[in-house]
Every structure is written in structure tokens, then in C-alpha cells.
């Protein structure tokens, strides 16, 4: 497709050596703003290693194993945001990817062809809606409805868990993990969608020649085919809810606590950055805040790269749409 | 089971209405000529508006096109035209991390290198954040676009002699360029929402911006400072901010979506 090359053996005019450089100076432009790519990412990974370092220094590894947080007598440690951002991103997963990945099925495998584009927009849509939006709606709407149903409800029917005792507030764990699953369900859907429609036909086919019932066919065919790309638009959904901040800073609670109970608040490391960084009012309180921005940074560079991986070494590549 | 599955997208699609329809039930009585004109009054007195954030959010939107259009756009150039398979799979590596980047490590980032050495949040500093993570975005819809000019438009340019930035420039994007268009509106409406590199670059503002080197208000961080107010006013006011935006972000979407059913 690329490999255009000029002709240049049997040239009978050759170019003038005046009207090539234009000509290269484009492909020079071309390539220094690729390499911005480049530049970009040594230059984020370098700006919050540089505003981190009084604390990386004072704290050493202790900062990521520590749970006290306290800006007053200037000691900090990062185990309550890692707890919280980690604990939120798994609710979400745990609601997100079954949610999409049955979606993605019905709209390749099942529903009628009338339908399929409609929903499509509608999730694309959705995907659209900034997170500020959702944080206003979270902290007016699904809150409050949490609290007084769905929480209630999970205390009763499933309180002997220790995941679901202790006071509801509302604002919680568990709230932050649902409004971080509305939030990258358009992403794990679409990308599950297009790894399901790379499911050769003939992998259908054969097991329908074998006497599979629709069902067998979706379960044997086209699930176990598409595991493992199912498995990266999960992760890449993980890298998504893990870098979350506005809307589950608005319903999460931001208290740095752990606690075993979903209905306990909970802080992130995006959120504690969102909430703090302008008050920061000592040098080391704005280092280690930088420093969680770093924590932050590393864990989703790293599961964003899995995820991509993982869908790139698939046939078709549809991790490459995956915006 | 099939129930079962379209039980799980209804569920999945519900969201979308839920917040739309709170969105106009909750925002669309306050919004009224007052909102687009008006500065935010102080807490307690009725009515105000939102005039600055909204003027303030296409001033950080046309900063931040300013600087992810052309490098995207270039950068898409680079990766469809010129570069080897083995660098473009690093390239669009690259941008898919950089795509993974949380947008509150952009507001990080502009902060320790506009705002610190400035000494002032600035609206600059906003739309260089907003444009370095437009960067990736348009540079991938780019490449995808532009490899999609069929390879004959460029052999019949060469044929004819043409330096080959003419044809890139002259034939291949202008044939592409309504995907390119395509690709910059989706990337603006993503960034038109964001709040969280604005928390400390841009800042916020309750007044008019003077000067682009001073903070500058934007819809995004006023709806979230309001929201989390404790004022019921505020509230209100928040809503309408959001439908507002909401709408700016719809109405992209859907030319875009118009645009591209055309080019089909």
C-alpha cells in the first residue's frame, strides 16, 4: 500500500537538485510530527518523574505501601488510592465486561439487522458523553436511587458478605465502580464487537454442519474463538476505568480509607490529584501528588500496552480501532 | 438466552436516555437568554449565566485545534505515506498509548510546563493540554483515512512529474479530506468534554478573559465546580450547563455522522 518510491534508475530528466527540497523538507515535517508521538511520552513520563522527586526521595518504596495521608504533619503514602482506583476498575470490569461482551454478541449473533445499527449509534453516543455529565447525573440522580434502592436492597438480600455491610452514605465504593461501568461499556462492547465479527463464518458453519443449536454455536464457535480478544477489550476497558476521574470523583466519597465494605467511600489516585492539587500547599504535599500521578501513569501505560498487545497479534488488528 | 442478551444491551443503551432525559428535565428551564449572555452571579442571587465558559470552551477548543490539527494531520501524512511498516507499528503504538494517557496526567504535565515556569494558570496552558491529547486522535483517523485514496491517484501523479508534497498535499488529502474533517470534529467533541486537564491549567474563571495568558473559564470545569457546590441555584445552573454541552458535543456528532453517510 505505502511503498511508493519514485523512479529514479532510467530518469531521462533528472530532477534539479533545487526542486527536491521542498519535497524533502515535507517528509521531514511528516516525520517530526510522528516522532512527536515519541516526544510526547518522554516528555509525560519525564515531567511527573521531575515533580515527583522530593518525595520519591523522601519516601522512597515505602510511599506505594503506606496508608497514611497526611498533608498536616507532611507524611504520604499511596496505598488507599491504589486500593481504591484498583478496587472501583474491578467493579466496573465485573459489571462492564459481561454487560458488553453480551451485548456485542447479541447486536453480531442475534438481533434482527433492522436493529443492530440503531444500537450501535446509541452506544457511540454514549462513549460521547464527557464524564463531568455523568459525575453531575452521578452525584443527582444515580446516587441518591442507589441509596435508597439498589444498596438497601444488596444489604438485605446479600448483607452477610462482609463486601456489603457497614452504614450506606450513598456516595461510595460501589457507586464509583457502577458509574466508571457506564463509562467504558461503550469501549468493551465496541471492541468485543469487532472481534466477534472477525470470527471466520466458516468457524459457524462447520459447527452448525455438526448439528449445534444457535446457542451451541454462539458458546463453541464463536466464544472460545474469540477468548482471547474478548479477554484484551477487557483489559483495554481496565485501562480506561483505571485513568477515570471526574465522575467517580464526584460519587466515590474521596476519603482515603480501605475498607472491606463496597458501601464505604473510597478515594482514587485520579481523584485525589483532581481534588487536592490546587491546595497542595507544600512543596512535598505537590511532589507526592505528582508522584500518585506517576503511580497512575505507570499501572495504566502498562495494562494499556498488555491490552493493545494482545488485540494487535490478533488477525484483522481490531485493536487498531479501538479509539 | 437470547432475551437474556437483549435484556444487556437495553441496559447498556439506557444510560444514554437516563442522562439525556435528566439533562433537559433538570437543565432546560434554566436555560434561557440570560445563560448565554450573562456572567455567573455570586451564590444566593437568582439568574446569571454562563456566557464566559461557554466563550471560554471555543477558545480553548480553537488553541487546542491549533496545535492537534496540524501535527495529527502531518503525523497521519507520515504514518500513511512515508513510514516502513516496522516504524508504523511502533508510531501507532506510540499513539495508542498516548490515547491511554488519563486526562487528569495531562493537566499534570502542561501544569509543570506552562503553569510552574508562568507562574499563572493560563487559558494557554488549557489548549495546549486539550491539544496535546488531540495529537493521537487525529493523527489515527488521518493514516486511516488517507490510506483508504486509492494507491493509482499517487502512480498517476508521479507519472505526471509532480514533487510528491504536491500529491499528498494537492491529491491525497484533498481527496480524504472529508474523513480528515471527520476525525477533527470527533477529537474536538472528546476533548470540547474534558474537565480533568483543565482542573489546573486553564483554572476557571468567573469573569470575562482579558488576556489568553490569564485563566479562562470553560463549560466542563464550571459545571463541575457548581455541581459540587452546596447551592441549589448553582445546581441548576449546572444542569443547563451541561445540556448545553451536551448539545455542542451531540451536534458534532451527528454532522459527523452526516458527513461520512455522504462520503459512502
Known amino acids: 500500500m505505502r511503498t511508493v518510491t519514485t523512479p529514479d534508475s532510467p530518469a531521462p530528466v533528472k530532477p534539479t537538485s533545487v526542486s527536491r527540497w521542498p519535497d524533502r523538507s515535507f517528509h521531514w515535517l511528516a516525520l517530526l510530527a510522528a516522532l512527536t508521538l515519541v516526544g510526547l511520552i518522554v516528555l509525560v513520563g519525564w515531567e511527573l518523574y521531575r515533580g515527583s ?43 462492564a465486561v459481561p454487560l458488553g461482551v453480551a451485548t456485542a454478541l447479541f447486536l453480531t449473533e442475534m438481533a434482527p439487522v433492522r436493529l443492530r445499527q440503531p444500537i450501535i449509534t446509541v452506544i457511540e453516543l454514549l462513549a460521547a458523553v464527557p464524564s463531568v455529565i455523568f459525575g453531575l447525573w452521578g452525584i443527582f440522580v444515580l446516587v441518591p436511587w442507589l441509596r435508597d434502592h439498589f444498596f438497601r436492597w444488596l444489604k438485605d438480600s446479600l448483607g452477610f458478605l462482609p463486601l456489603f455491610t ?39 458453519e462447520a459447527a452448525y454442519a455438526l448439528g449445534a443449536t444457535h446457542w451451541e454455536v454462539i458458546r463453541i464457535a464463536v466464544i472460545s474463538y474469540a477468548r482471547r480478544g474478548i ?44 481534588n487536592e492539587f490546587t491546595e497542595a500547599t507544600s512543596d512535598l504535599y505537590l511532589n507526592a501528588l505528582f508522584e500518585l500521578g506517576l503511580v497512575l501513569l505507570a499501572i495504566t501505560i502498562l495494562v494499556n500496552a498488555v491490552a493493545q498487545l494482545m488485540l494487535r497479534s490478533l488477525a484483522g488488528g481490531a485493536g487498531a480501532k479501538a479509539h | 438466552m437470547t432475551g437474556l442478551m437483549g435484556l444487556s444491551s437495553l441496559l447498556v443503551i439506557a444510560p444514554l436516555f437516563l442522562v439525556l432525559y435528566f439533562l433537559i428535565r433538570e437543565g432546560a428551564s434554566s436555560l434561557d437568554w440570560n445563560f448565554f449572555t450573562q456572567l455567573p452571579k455570586p451564590a444566593g442571587e437568582q439568574g446569571g449565566g454562563m456566557a464566559n465558559a461557554i466563550v471560554g470552551t471555543v477558545a480553548l477548543l480553537g488553541m487546542a485545534a491549533a496545535i492537534g490539527v496540524p501535527i495529527g494531520v502531518m503525523g497521519g501524512v507520515y504514518l500513511a505515506e512515508y513510514g516502513s511498516a516496522r516504524s508504523n507499528y511502533w508510531l501507532r503504538f506510540a499513539a495508542d498509548v498516548l490515547n491511554g494517557v488519563p486526562s487528569i496526567v495531562w493537566g499534570m504535565v502542561v501544569y509543570a510546563m506552562l503553569v510552574v515556569p508562568f507562574k499563572t494558570f493560563s487559558a494557554y496552558a488549557g489548549g495546549v493540554a486539550l491539544g496535546l491529547m488531540m495529537i493521537p486522535l487525529v493523527m489515527r483517523t488521518t493514516e486511516e483515512v488517507l490510506v483508504l485514496v486509492p494507491q493509482s491517484y499517487r502512480e498517476a ?40 486537564p483543565l482542573l489546573f491549567t486553564a483554572l476557571g474563571n468567573n469573569f470575562w478573559n482579558h488576556s489568553l495568558a490569564e ?6 470545569l464550571q459545571i463541575f465546580s457548581y455541581a459540587i457546590s452546596p447551592y441549589d441555584d448553582w445546581h441548576r445552573q449546572a444542569w443547563a450547563g451541561a445540556l448545553v454541552l451536551m448539545m455542542l458535543i451531540l451536534s458534532c456528532n451527528v454532522v459527523v455522522r452526516f458527513v461520512s453517510r455522504d462520503r459512502r
Open chain 2, 215 to 220: 485563566p479562562i473559564a470553560a463549560l466542563p
Open chain 2, 157 to 196: 501523479g508521479l507519472a505526471l512529474g509532480i514533487a510528491r508534497w504536491k500529491i499528498i498535499t494537492v491529491i491525497v488529502i484533498k481527496t480524504a479530506l472529508k474523513g480528515i474533517v471527520t476525525g477533527v470534529l470527533i477529537a474536538l467533541a472528546r476533548v470540547a468534554g474534558e474537565t480533568a
Open chain 1, 231 to 274: 479477554f484484551g477489550a477487557a483489559v483495554l476497558g481496565l485501562g480506561r476505568a483505571l485513568g477515570e476521574t471526574m465522575a467517580v470523583t464526584m460519587v466515590i466519597g474521596n476519603r482515603p480509607e480501605i475498607s472491606a465494605s463496597l458501601f464505604a467511600p473510597g478515594y482514587t489516585l485520579a481523584s485525589v490529584v483532581a
Open chain 1, 53 to 95: 522527586r522530593l518525595s520519591i526521595h523522601q519516601f522512597g518504596p515505602r510511599f506505594l505501601v503506606s496508608s497514611q495521608w497526611d498533608p498536616v504533619s507532611d507524611v504520604y503514602g499511596a496505598l488507599p488510592f491504589i486500593f481504591g482506583t484498583l478496587v472501583s476498575s474491578l467493579i466496573a470490569l465485573v459489571i
Open chain 1, 166 to 204: 457497614g452504614p450506606i452514605y450513598g456516595p461510595s465504593m460501589l457507586a464509583g465502580g457502577i458509574i466508571v461501568a457506564i463509562m467504558i461499556l461503550p469501549i468493551v462492547t465496541s471492541v468485543s464487537r469487532e472481534i466477534l465479527r472477525s470470527v471466520p463464518n466458516l468457524q459457524r
